[in-house]
């Protein structure tokens, strides 16, 4: 599906109905969130158009950033989606394909607007930061670009009463690992963006140099140092898995399936000697469906026990 040039032409876009942007929003996750889109098949069937809205959002403003079929003004183009943004949470129509979903999950759950400034803050750093210095500088990006992603699904996705507040960092720490798996993943495809996310502070100390991440394959010293990052990696995972029991239990299934198969890119980067230079790291196709069927009866069970309500 093409969608580089929808966030550059809003004028263009008809009047979406909040129907036509949940069904828009659906399709972007489909398209583009694979992993996370089959583990979201597990959630009761209300929450899952809210997630769909919260990632075509997000992958609505990374296309204008990453896209390269975009040719226009990019930081233009992301201030225009900015200004619609906010004027849509004011409550006013907007002409565009995504907003009008995503602002009614937004009012519907009380998602905090920080965390939505805070997105479109790390996108806004994607237009002029390229390089990284040490990890907390990274850190300090992936705040806004995956931390709290993590944290704007939490009210979709439900704690349990009480819980609120313990679940908060489990959700920032997933979608850290979340985000870090993939900027582990695709080392060749960010470079080809003229961007390097990992830290070049790790670089230097494995000994590897810029023109080590264009080879068509990975040397010693990009294993090494991609295997150092893995084990960062599934430390953010650790950190995320005492989260899941804080859930509501129809969430739970979701979050398992997501957090396995987001695991299983680091288990087939493991798998290929960490050479992530040679081909993309893909889960095949057979253990994705294999994780979903595995926490389908639970998705199930859990949704049909909390639609039992007692009537006074």
């Known amino acids: 599906m093409s969608t580089p040039s929808t ?28 992993s996370y889109y089959l583990a979201t098949r597990l959630l009761p069937a209300w929450k899952r158009p809210h997630v769909h809205a919260l990632y075509g959002f997000a992958r609505y403003a ?7 079929a975009l040719t226009g003004d990019r930081a233009a183009a992301l201030e225009r989606l900015s200004s619609r943004l906010a004027a849509a949470l004011d409550g006013d129509r907007v002409r565009d394909p995504v907003l009008p979903a995503f602002t009614h999950t937004v009012r519907a759950f009380g998602i905090d607007h920080a965390d939505v400034r805070a997105f479109l803050a790390s996108m806004r750093a994607d237009l002029t930061v390229d390089r990284y210095a040490t990890y907390d500088d990274l850190l300090g990006y992936m705040e806004g670009s995956a931390a709290v992603i993590g944290t704007m699904m939490l009210p979709v996705l439900e704690a349990l009463p009480g819980e609120e507040g313990r ?7 997933l979608g850290l690992a979340f985000q870090l798996t993939n900027f582990i993943r695709d080392v060749r495809e960010d470079l080809a963006r003229g961007r390097v996310y990992l830290p070049l502070s ?5 000994g590897v140099t810029e023109a080590d991440l264009a080879a068509p394959y990975a040397t010693p010293a990009v294993r090494e140092l991609v295997a150092y990052e893995c084990d960062r990696a599934r430390d953010h995972y650790r950190r995320a898995h005492g989260g899941i029991a804080l859930l509501a239990p129809s969430s739970r299934p979701c979050i398992r399936a997501a957090y396995e198969l987001y695991g299983g890119i680091l288990d087939e980067v493991e798998a290929a000697g ?17 994780i979903f069927a595995r926490h389908l009866l639970a998705a199930r069970a859990a949704a049909q026990a909390e639609r039992r309500v007692e009537v006074a």
């Open 202 to 206: 790790d670089l230097d100390k494995f």
């Open 7 to 34: 966030p550059s032409t809003p004028s263009r876009a008809p009047a979406a109905t909040l129907t036509a942007g949940y069904e828009r929003c659906r399709r972007l996750h489909a398209s583009y969130g694979r």
């Open 167 to 173: 679940a908060r960092e489990p959700a920032r720490q």
């Open 62 to 68: 990374d296309e204008i950033v990453d896209s390269l």
């Open 274 to 290: 960490h050479d992530v230079l040679a081909r993309r790291a893909r889960v095949p196709r057979r253990r994705r469906l294999a």
